[in-house]
């Protein structure tokens, strides 16, 4: 079961963006330098790891994770901004003030702008 939990919950835009990139850089840089008997345990680990994080991004902008089937449709969602606020797959991963409605980055008790606790 643990393995699921990885593929349960929202990723923000940015750390998507910046997961993909980063694991495309070591899984080449490590298929460069290492023999060919990495690649494939290598390229099945990125795969894992890529799907889960774009079913992850998918929960973000509300959508089921079974879009990723749908490339072009899925590239474009990965570039919309994702829910405000809690969606049935989990809550927001930036923190927004429900008085204000301006985002306090992550895991903040108390809003920087309008100074409310988080209830």
């Known amino acids: ?14 750390d998507y ?34 799907i889960g994080v774009e079913i992850r991004r998918m929960h973000d902008v509300n959508k089921s994770g079974w879009v990723c089937l749908i490339p072009i449709y899925s590239f474009i969602l990965s570039l919309l901004p994702g829910t405000i606020g809690s969606n049935k797959y989990g809550k927001d991963p930036r923190w927004y003030c429900k008085y204000c409605k301006k985002t306090n980055g992550d895991n903040v008790i108390y809003c920087q702008k309008c100074g409310k606790k988080d209830e």
């Open 1 to 14: 079961m643990a393995l699921f939990t990885f593929y349960k919950g929202r990723i923000r835009r940015k």
């Open 17 to 50: 963006w910046i997961y993909k990139f980063l694991l495309f850089l070591i899984a080449n840089i490590i298929n460069i330098l290492s023999n060919d008997i990495f690649y494939i345990p290598i390229s099945i680990i990125v795969a894992i790891s890529l």
